[in-house]
């Protein structure tokens, strides 16, 4: 068996940080992106930047052998390929897309992606599929404020792919974007039967939960009208790394507790 030498590896997102470390590769990353934060370790590696922005200098001052991004980088990339930087570009819209750049990480620092990919696999072979399905919006964020817009997943995007493997329908049907932004009347026209917010109480602890809730109660759609407004903070909720497996299950629990809901209701 030949042995490789380490390499010097940069993370430009959250998700690639996690993987590398999942892979048993967090030793070799030099720098990381913004908000890195699981495992625990990855927050003692240099950042070199937000995930959107990251900062050529700093990276290049690491002396990098390989630099992970996802495509939204790519002029980022770009650059430091001409100063000879092997770089990387990902995708991680999809569930499919995670499982794939998973493969392409693994294959690049020789490891074996297999129980990485099989627990994303096996994730979605349990999920609870409903024989009775409802219509599902889920918003990123939570705000007393809901006038200057409202962020939900739309199409192409694994919280469309989770809504679906959870046996359910997404409540926005529109393909035009992975994450449309919409008004109150927006919310009308869709009137979802369910809305789960993906909330961070540690990144925004100041936030009125209770006013928060109370102005998505003021739209009426049938989701208001049964009380199916629901927040959902869990840690690994946003990040499209090998742990999606959690949010898959984490999220179809959500749902299939409303649907089992609906079924006392229709026989009490």
Same mark, same amino acid.
């Given at each position: ?5 380490k390499e010097r590896i940069v993370s430009?997102?959250? =998700? ?5 470390? &999942? ?12 908000? =890195? ?21 700093? %990276? %290049?001052?690491? !002396? ?6 996802? =495509?939204?980088?790519?002029? *980022? ?36 992606? &297999?129980?990485? *990919? ?28 809901? !006038? =200057? ?25 529109s393909t035009l974007t992975a994450q449309? !932004? ?13 809305? %789960? ?23 009426? *759609? ?8 629901? %927040? ?10 090998? !742990?999606?497996?959690l949010s898959i299950e984490r999220l ?17």
């Amino acid at each position: 068996m030949l042995a490789h030498a380490k390499e010097r590896i940069v993370s430009l997102s959250p =998700s690639i940080t996690e993987i590398l470390f &999942a892979l048993g590769k967090g030793e070799e990353i030099v720098g990381t992106s913004a908000f =890195s934060l699981y495992p625990k370790e990855a927050q003692n590696i240099p950042v070199v930047g937000g995930y959107e922005t990251p900062n050529l200098e700093k %990276i %290049i001052a690491l !002396r990098p052998t390989l630099v992970f991004g996802q =495509s939204y980088v790519a002029p *980022t990339l770009k650059k430091l390929e001409h100063f000879g930087i092997q770089t990387v570009a990902l995708e991680f819209k999809t569930l499919e897309d995670i499982k794939a750049s998973i493969k392409t990480i693994a294959k690049e620092v020789h490891a074996n992606d &297999a129980n990485l *990919t099989q627990t994303i696999d096996n994730a979605l072979l349990h999920a609870k599929k409903n024989t009775a399905p409802h219509s599902v919006m889920i918003v990123y964020g939570l705000h007393e404020d809901l !006038r =200057s817009g409202i962020y939900i997943a739309g199409k192409n995007i694994f919280f469309d792919d989770i809504i679906m493997a959870c046996g359910h329908t997404n409540a926005y049907t529109s393909t035009l974007t992975a994450q449309p !932004r919409l008004s109150y009347e927006n919310v009308i026209a869709l009137n979802p039967q369910q809305i %789960i917010i993906l909330h961070s109480r540690a990144s925004n602890p100041n936030v009125n939960e209770q006013k928060a809730l109370e102005a998505w109660h003021a739209i009426p *759609t049938e989701a208001s009208k049964n009380n199916r407004i629901s %927040i959902v903070d869990e840690p690994y909720i946003h990040i499209p790394s090998h !742990r999606v497996a959690l949010s898959i299950e984490r999220l179809c629990r959500e749902m299939n507790e409303f649907n089992f809901n609906l079924s006392a209701v229709q026989y009490e």
